[in-house]
């Protein structure tokens, strides 16, 4: 099992950046391959970007990608989301989660594990 704690989000103004961090706490976080999702108000979560437990494959969502890095430290127990040239559309609430993920990933499935943090706002004004 894994506990996550997300950091970072903020109000930025269209073009900025942000950096996101979701500290791991256990001694398993290595194990898992993970993701970050984003939720709108009254729309469902959908994930943003995802990596495997090695860091060796990563996956975008169309919508973030060339502009958003996920990366991860497995000696820190710590992954994070650099999103540059924010958007208004890039505000949600951005959770990061354990996933299923494969060598081809696809949003179909990269499947959430259960395992979430709490959540940390980003809001992009225009």
């Known amino acids: 099992q894994v506990q996550l704690v997300e950091s970072g989000g903020g109000l930025v103004q269209a073009g900025g950046s942000l950096r996101l961090s979701c500290a791991a706490s256990g001694r398993t976080f290595s194990r898992y391959a993970m993701g970050w999702f984003r939720q709108a108000p009254g729309k469902e979560r959908d994930i943003v970007a995802g990596?495997?437990?090695?860091?060796?494959?990563?996956y975008y969502a169309d919508s973030v990608k060339g502009r958003f890095t996920i990366s991860r430290d497995n000696a820190k127990n710590t992954m994070y989301l650099q999103m540059n040239s924010l958007k208004p559309e890039d505000t949600a609430v951005y959770y990061c989660?354990?996933?299923?993920?494969?060598?081809?990933?696809?949003?179909?499935?990269?499947?959430?594990?259960?395992?979430w943090g709490q959540g940390t706002q980003v809001t992009v004004s225009s």
């Open positions: 990596i495997t437990s090695s860091g060796a494959t990563t």
């Open positions: 989660g354990a996933i299923n993920m494969g060598p081809h990933p696809t949003p179909q499935t990269m499947t959430p594990l259960g395992y």
